[in-house]
């Protein structure tokens, strides 16, 4: 059987998102392995369209990491990373490789000029790869199996049911939603429960806010469980989002100082984006740093517009 490696090293929403490529690979008969950081291969547990090889920044270019990688002797390196790190791993790996168009220079340029914003999905960028390979088609939304057991044994071991999950954390200030208080009280108040998913830092977020706070006492992989079992999950442009819609959970995507012209925005068919359009959207393509006006404008959006979006993908 031919052998394809993808290379996706971090973060979680990058990683949840390389699984576009699964299921077109394993069509084309290709049994197909995953690079990555841990502990994000643990999102695959169940998945058995992938096997997963976990390293780390340290690991990644020592021999006994590249003596790995050898011995599997891929047919194809399909590289979705795309950094120095991958580079140098190119010249020491050598064999075939493949990676996709990142639009780098037009993302970086959409920052400071409107007609650079246009619509990209970087999971289509992903699947354009295997066209040099032959392979055509497949399903533009990411998707990760999980197995019935789990399923199972969380939804009996939670003491809800109807419920939504939210995600309260991003990586950075201008991509985090200040209101997730106000709509979990108006969630409660249509009839569902609410359940917070993320990390310790994100628990400390949630603190005080009305339903059950799981942040941080989850596997990745149960956190997808929990997030397939809710009825929807409204979050920011975060990676826990992109980990709902790969377990086919309606989404409602808050965006703040970044932008779908970024590439990381909900299919339609997936929920519902939540976009101001300032002009200063996006005001960086990873939203780091601070608002320049000071006051998060772009967030600044009515809790009841988002509860109502949540009634609407429900």
């Given at each position: 059987?031919?052998?394809?490696?993808?290379?996706?090293?971090?973060?979680?929403?990058?990683?949840?998102?390389s699984?576009?490529?699964?299921?077109?690979?394993f069509?084309a008969g290709?049994?197909?392995?995953?690079?990555?950081?841990?502990?994000?291969?643990?999102?695959?547990?169940?998945?058995?369209?992938?096997?997963?090889i976990?390293?780390?920044?340290?690991?990644?270019?020592?021999?006994?990491n590249l003596?790995?990688?050898?011995?599997?002797?891929f047919?194809?390196?399909?590289?979705?990373?795309?950094?120095?790190?991958?580079?140098?791993?190119?010249?020491?790996?050598?064999g075939?490789?493949?990676?996709?168009?990142?639009?780098?220079?037009?993302?970086?340029?959409?920052v400071?000029?409107?007609?650079?914003?246009?619509?990209?999905?970087?999971?289509?960028?992903y699947?354009k790869?295997?066209?040099?390979?032959?392979?055509?088609?497949?399903?533009?939304?990411?998707?990760?199996?999980?197995?019935?057991?789990?399923?199972r044994?969380?939804?009996?071991?939670?003491e809800?049911?109807n419920?939504?999950?939210?995600?309260?954390?991003?990586?950075?200030?201008?991509?985090?939603?200040?209101?997730?208080d106000?709509?979990?009280?108006?969630?409660?108040?249509?009839?569902?429960?609410?359940?917070?998913?993320?990390?310790?830092k994100?628990?400390?977020?949630?603190?005080?806010?009305?339903?059950?706070?799981?942040?941080?006492?989850?596997?990745?992989t149960?956190?997808?469980?929990?997030?397939?079992?809710?009825?929807?999950?409204?979050?920011?442009?975060?990676?826990?989002l992109?980990?709902?819609?790969?377990v086919?959970?309606?989404?409602?995507?808050?965006?703040g100082?970044?932008?779908?012209?970024?590439?990381?925005?909900l299919?339609?068919?997936?929920?519902?984006?939540?976009?101001?359009?300032?002009?200063?959207?996006?005001?960086?393509i990873?939203?780091?740093?601070?608002?320049?006006?000071?006051?998060?404008?772009?967030?600044?959006?009515?809790?009841v517009?988002?509860?109502?979006?949540?009634?609407?993908i429900v």
């Amino acid at each position: 059987m031919k052998r394809a490696l993808i290379i996706r090293l971090s973060s979680l929403g990058d990683v949840a998102l390389s699984s576009v490529l699964f299921e077109p690979l394993f069509k084309a008969g290709y049994r197909t392995y995953l690079l990555t950081y841990r502990p994000y291969g643990s999102l695959f547990e169940d998945d058995p369209r992938v096997s997963v090889i976990e390293t780390d920044k340290k690991e990644l270019l020592s021999e006994e990491n590249l003596r790995k990688l050898k011995e599997l002797d891929f047919n194809v390196v399909i590289d979705i990373h795309r950094n120095i790190k991958t580079f140098l791993l190119k010249r020491r790996l050598k064999g075939r490789w493949v990676s996709y168009r990142k639009e780098s220079i037009r993302r970086r340029l959409s920052v400071y000029f409107k007609r650079f914003r246009r619509q990209f999905y970087i999971t289509e960028a992903y699947l354009k790869i295997l066209e040099d390979l032959g392979i055509k088609g497949g399903d533009l939304r990411p998707k990760i199996l999980l197995s019935e057991s789990r399923l199972r044994t969380l939804q009996e071991s939670l003491e809800i049911k109807n419920f939504v999950t939210v995600g309260v954390g991003a990586r950075y200030r201008k991509k985090a939603y200040p209101h997730f208080d106000k709509v979990a009280d108006m969630l409660k108040d249509m009839g569902y429960e609410v359940i917070y998913l993320g990390d310790e830092k994100d628990r400390k977020l949630a603190e005080g806010f009305p339903g059950l706070n799981l942040c941080g006492e989850l596997s990745l992989t149960d956190v997808l469980a929990v997030l397939k079992l809710s009825r929807a999950f409204v979050g920011n442009d975060s990676g826990l989002l992109h980990c709902a819609r790969a377990v086919g959970t309606s989404c409602v995507q808050i965006y703040g100082g970044t932008h779908p012209t970024l590439g990381f925005s909900l299919y339609p068919e997936e929920g519902k984006v939540v976009l101001k359009g300032l002009d200063c959207q996006p005001c960086d393509i990873h939203g780091k740093g601070r608002c320049k006006y000071g006051d998060y404008r772009c967030l600044e959006i009515d809790p009841v517009e988002i509860a109502g979006m949540v009634r609407e993908i429900v």
